[in-house]
Every structure is written in C-alpha cells, then in structure tokens.
C-alpha cells in the first residue's frame, strides 16, 4: 500500500498541506477479490482447528476433511489464485519457490553436499580419535550421481506444481484436491510407503514418470528433495506434521534434502523458541540442519538426511509435540477474532524474545555452513492465519 495511504486511514495530516488520495479502481477490486480468496483458504483452516478442539481424533477429522470435495476444491482454486494474481505480483510467492531451487542447485550441483560429508568425515574422525578409524561419511555414495539426469523432487502439498517449469527437476507434485491436471491427487497422511526400487537412476526416473493417479503409495528412499511449503501449518495436530516429517524422510535418499517453509510474519526472534522446537524435533528422525532463512513472512529451513533409519522411541519422549505453531494454543473465540491488530507482547512473549537473542545471532544462522542469511521483504501484515501471512 502506498505510504500515503497509512497517513489517510490513521487520520495524520502533515503541516506543508492538505494532500488528497484518491483509489485506484483496478487495486480496490484486486483487493477485495484477494480478501474474498483469503476467506476461503482462512475458513478451512479455522474450522479444522476448531474440530481438533473439540473432538480431539485428528484421523476422524482428517477423513471427513479429505472427504469434502466441494469445500477442498474451493480452497484449492482460492490457493491458485492468490498464487497466480496476488503473491505473484508481490514476487514472493516466487521467492520462496526460487529459495528452494538455488539451495537445491548449491547443494547437488555446486558442491555443497561434499562439502557437508567432508565435515562429517573430520567430525567423525575427531569424535573417534587419532587411534581408531571412522567409517567414511560417502559410504553410501553420492544421493546425486551421473546417472540421475535430473534432481528428483516431491512437492506435498502443490496444488499448482510451481517446481514443473525448472529443467533441473523431474517434479512429483501432489495434493488431496489439485488444482491444475499435473498435481498427483494424493493423501500425503495416508500414504503407503513400499521396499525402495533397486533400479538404476535412469529407470527410476522413467518409474516416475510412468506414475498413475491416483497415487497410494510410494517406494522408499526415491526422491533427491521433499518440499513442504506452507503445508505443516495447513494441520490441526503436531503429531500429522510430525507423521510428515517421518515419511518425508522415508521417502528420501540418504543424503537428500528436506525443505520446510512455515509462515510467522513476527519479527526474527519472536519465535525463536519454536524454530529450536522445530529443529529439535526434525533432526531427531535423523536429519541435520543444511540451511536457515527468516523472511519477514516465513521461515526457510533445508534439512538433509544424514541418518538411513529413526530411533523407535520418538513419540514416547514427546518429539511430535515440539513441532507445535502458534496456533495450536489459541481458543475457538481467539480464532473468531479476524483481521485484528496483533495484541501487544506478553511478558513471557518478551523473556522469550530476550533469549532469543542469545540464541540466535542477528542474521539467522546456517548450522552446517556457517553462514548467515537473513532477508526483509516489506509490505507485509501479521495476520491470524498462518498461509495466509502473503496475503
């Protein structure tokens, strides 16, 4: 929005002169077109939540929710068009998607994975001591050999397969209720995992090929990259996004990445007790974090599996719980508040800041590397609904 119209609607005047502002047509109908698409998409999630609240068997509300076809087709052509017409023009909906593709590139292409298992060789070797010998970090080999022409990438939650139009990728994309012809229907939750295929890369990639909608199940150990974008907040309960954090790394070749972008249009350290939550959580099924981005909107996590098997006694010691956002404290009233300002901090709100920033450094802070990445992108409103924060 243009700055003048911040002055206009908090009623400020300025002493050179009264200025007037007068709307553009054409932006007014956009914006009440994207209000109008934001409804659909923040309905559907209040009213999950609001089931989980009430009734508590997440698979109960999970089946009748994957059984409305009227209502899932609504958000997926909702979702579609504020991809196309709204987040599009603000080039965010694109950032997050070209995130992906250059940490992607950096890591199978450029020299990052060897880099990784280089350090994980001399960690290794330092752990063991100078008398014992450590077993090589490559004993597996290289997830991203001659053989596969392309990365092989599964993208949960597509609805429109934004990856489809980059060469370097053979792109799965899936979704309970796509959006375009190219999205596999799929029950991410519900997906049946196979014995991965003892094929070499380029029959793999023909096998992808070749897939048939719908699809039930998938063979282990299959794919290069998983993407999950804006799809862990999309449920109820932290034990389905913990279930897609465990078939994520199922799915996965040792050594692949998992990408994870979650909305929080709060500032950088607002939450920076559920980012540790989080990463403690994922890295216990046997990942490690490769790279970390804040946005102003979202959080950017890449994950790589460093680990072919997870312990068994994970849900017992209460790691599905970590993977928790915001919303799962708020009541049924809270979630009836739309559109207001967000309240002032609390005061654990502001304890939880304040150690924040020892825990993290000024620039969020890549695990594996070394390095620092941070990011602003202005324009944007905190709002109620996480997947909504672009909008």
Known sequence: MDPGWDHVEAGETESHGEVFYLPIPGEASNKREQEKLSGVVKSVHRKLRRKYREVGDFDKIWREHVEDEQMLCEYALAMKNLADNHWSVSCEGEGRIEWCRSVCQEYFLDGGMKRMLDKDEKSAAYSAGPSESSPGARAHGSV???????????????????????????????????????????????????????????????????????????????????????????????????????????????????????????????????????????????????????????HLIAFRKVSLTTTSDLVSRNYPEMLYIPQDFNSNEEEDLTDAQAPPRSEFEDEQMAWGFTELPDAPYDSDSGESQSGSLPGFQELEDPILLQS
């Open 144 to 298: 991203f050999s001659a053989e596969a022409r392309k990365m092989r990438l599964l993208d949960v939650g597509s609805c429109f397969n934004p990856f489809l139009k980059f060469d370097e990728f053979l792109t799965v994309g899936i979704d309970i209720v796509p959006a375009v012809e190219t999205v596999y229907k799929c029950d991410f939750l519900n997906l049946q995992l196979q014995r991965p295929l003892q094929l070499a890369g380029g029959a793999v990639e023909a096998f992808l090929r070749q897939l048939h909608n719908p699809i039930d199940a998938l063979p282990g150990q299959l794919f290069h990259v998983v993407v999950f974008s804006l799809l862990l907040s999309y449920f109820p309960s932290p034990y389905q996004r913990w279930i897609c954090c465990k078939k994520a790394h199922e799915l996965l070749q040792l050594h692949g990445l998992l990408l994870i972008i979650t909305p929080d249009s709060s500032h950088q350290n607002r939450h920076a007790l559920m980012m540790r939550s989080w990463r403690v959580a994922v890295e216990s099924l046997g990942f490690k974090r490769y790279k970390y981005v804040k946005y102003s909107p979202m």
